[in-house]
């Protein structure tokens, strides 16, 4: 069945493409100038690269699926080994209750719970200094230190746990109650070094949270579902991954000088040649910006500290020794610079060329092309994820509104980074939705 | 002028106008995190008895004026 919705999907996006090239070739004939054509011809590449990365991660992602299902019927059920999630802190009293709770409530009994306050100067400590104790077979440990970031909160904690492995989440996830026995049965592999998890949107108030559950389904979900194929995944959210506790002390564990300590932590696995899973049914909800200028910020670090990430591994770019490593390089320089610089790009000459020769219908097709591919994405991850399906009609708006904004501010911060100019942590505030 | 044509011109119209919206937007972000840390500049006793260490803090006379 999922195929077929493949199939169909990937025919349709294909049928499109080649009607709008109608289009391209018109609007390249018209120009006499050689920057134009190249520029259309640059534009054109880049459609195809985007649609076929599509495609491509659907593809995977269905595959992954399939593949999932097969091999754990193999799996050991006497598998359990402890595990200690630490929960870094800092001035979290609004949500940290909650999220102690939603821990707690795991099925998996062999943890330990580590809640990490990072000097905070509210009330969390206290707060998480009343949950202290055993519930349930499960161990809570509250530990403080002076305010020092979140990688050192982490390695602190780290450092002092007793688990054979180590799961990270943020103090505003609540998780899923079966979230770390789904998680924990692939480190019987032992070449997997780590495992992220689905990270949900909970706070669904307005338009602009609800799109942002629609790029966290699509475009973040899906594509590591998709890279999970591959054991790639380059990215371990903060909300939710789980870690085997000898490769992160085997790698340093969480580095200082990113503002994307979850970033970096796993590009330094996959360059030891280790592998990266996703578990899609281990499910953290967290709760996204609701203010424009929120999520800019949100993304704005999110930019910043993955550039700041592939740049300690820039080494790395033109050497071949470990592909995968170099491989996964490219694709979140792609993600992250030529993607937001292209679609810019093709904005601007879109509105070049309505301005010099009239509104061009290459505008509604180039359009359309990425809201089918959107809208299918959309339907294809509601369909697997029992999400709501009027999420689908977000699609719509998520490419002209939404992606448009936020290329924008990656841009301008990627230009900042190139620039190197400073920039502080900047704490969103949560609201315990 | 036809329904595709019309589209067309819609999102155009859109285009621009997110680019615009999306340049204002990231400044006025950029001027409120400006205004942000220019407020967190300020630090009470405690804090700067905590960071300095000692049990008293002592000014001189041209920190009062």
């Known amino acids: 069945m999922r195929i077929l919705i493949f199939l169909l999907i990937a025919t349709a996006i294909g049928i499109f493409y080649v009607w709008s090239f109608y289009d391209i070739k018109l609007v390249y004939d018209s120009f006499e100038n050689a920057f134009f054509k190249f520029a259309i011809i640059l534009v054109a590449f880049f459609t195809f690269i985007v649609i076929f ?28 080994p402890k595990v200690s999630i630490i929960v870094p802190a800092y001035n979290e009293d609004v949500t940290i209750a909650t999220s102690i709770k939603s821990l707690v409530t795991q099925t998996y009994n062999n943890l ?34 002076k305010n020092g970031g979140k990688s050192r909160a982490l390695n602190f904690a780290i450092e002092r746990s007793s688990g054979e492995f180590i799961m990270c989440v943020d103090a505003d996830s609540k998780l899923e109650i079966d979230a770390v ?21 909970s706070n669904r108030v307005n338009t602009l949270t609800k799109l942002q559950a629609l790029e966290y389904i699509e475009g973040l979900n899906m594509v590591r579902n998709g890279q999970a ?36 932590l796993t590009l330094k696995l996959i360059e030891k ?24 910020k949100q993304r704005y670090r999110w930019t910043r500290g993955i550039l700041q990430a592939i740049r300690k591994h820039s080494h790395n770019l033109f050497s071949f020794k470990n592909f995968n490593f170099t491989f996964v390089l490219w694709y979140m320089l792609f993600e992250a610079i030529f993607w937001p610089f292209m679609d810019l790009f093709a904005s601007m000459l879109l509105i070049y060329i309505s301005f010099s020769q009239g509104v061009n219908t290459l505008l509604i097709y180039w359009w359309l092309l990425f809201s089918i591919v959107d809208v299918s994405g959309a339907l294809y991850c509601i369909l697997i994820t029992n999400e709501t399906k009027s999420l689908s009609f977000y699609a719509i708006l998520y490419r002209l509104y939404f992606i448009g904004i936020v290329n924008i501010a990656k841009i301008f911060a990627t230009i900042e980074e190139w620039f190197q100019i400073e920039m502080s942590w900047g704490k969103l505030e949560r609201k315990g939705i | 002028m036809n329904f595709i044509a019309f589209l067309s011109f819609s999102v155009l119209v859109i285009i621009i106008l997110t680019l615009v919206f999306g340049i204002v937007a990231y400044f ?30 002592f000014f001189d006379e041209v920190h009062l004026r």
């Open chain 1, 229 to 264: 194929f591959l054991k790639l995944v380059n990215i371990i959210p903060g909300p939710i991954g789980m870690f085997r506790k000898t490769d992160i002390m085997e790698v340093g564990g969480y580095a200082h000088d990113t503002f994307a300590e979850d970033a970096d």
């Open chain 2, 28 to 57: 006025l972000y950029k001027m409120r995190e400006r205004q942000r840390r220019k407020g967190s500049d300020i630090i009470t006793y405690e804090e700067l008895k905590e960071e300095d260490g000692r049990k008293y803090l």
């Open chain 1, 53 to 80: 990365r599509y495609i491509s991660f659907i593809f995977f992602s269905i595959t992954k699926t399939a593949q999932k299902t097969a091999s754990f019927n193999l799996v050991n059920k006497n598998f359990r």
């Open chain 1, 112 to 145: 330990e719970i580590i809640i990490m306050d990072d000097g905070s100067k509210d009330n969390t400590y206290k707060i998480a200094k009343k949950f202290e104790g055993n519930f349930n077979g499960k161990t809570i440990k509250v530990l403080t230190k």
């Open chain 1, 181 to 201: 026995a789904l998680m924990v049965r692939y480190f019987k592999d032992p070449e997997i070094a780590a495992v992220a998890g689905s990270v949900f949107v």
């Open chain 1, 273 to 296: 040649n280790r592998k990266i899973d996703f578990e899609p049914e281990a499910v953290a909800y967290t709760e996204a910006p609701d203010e424009l200028l929120d999520l800019l």
